[in-house]
């Protein structure tokens, strides 16, 4: 069983920055591939970046040069350091993990909002 708990949302004009924190429970973070996802108002919910076991990353076309995942397998925290932020960016923003036999669990996630 892996618990995630997602923080570091909140209210920021267009062009500032976040950093995302997700922090894992358990002792098999370093086996986990993990990723972030957002879910705007009316929309489906869409990967945003991911990160495999190897620390290869991979990122949605619209925060492809903004956004950047990383992943801290000390302290058990996958980041999302998110800068030049814009409206589009508004979403709720979810942890993903998935382990070797596939089995997913996800995050209660954290709202972002993008607004002046």
């Known amino acids: 069983q892996v618990q995630l708990v997602e923080s570091g949302g909140g209210l920021v004009q267009p062009g500032g920055s976040l950093r995302l924190s997700c922090a894992a429970s358990?002792?098999?973070?370093?086996?986990?591939?993990l990723g972030w996802y957002r879910q705007a108002p009316g929309k489906q919910r869409e990967l945003v970046a991911g990160i495999t076991v190897s620390g290869n990353t991979n990122y949605a076309d619209s925060v492809t040069g903004r956004f950047t995942i990383s992943r801290n397998n000390v302290e058990r925290t996958v980041y999302l350091q998110m800068n030049s932020l814009k409206p589009e960016d508004t979403a709720v923003y979810y942890c993903?993990?998935?382990?070797?036999?596939?089995?997913?669990?996800w995050g209660q996630g954290t709202q972002v909002t993008v607004s002046s």
């Open positions: 993903k993990a998935r382990t070797t036999r596939n089995t997913e669990y």
């Open positions: 358990g002792n098999i973070f370093r086996s986990l591939a």
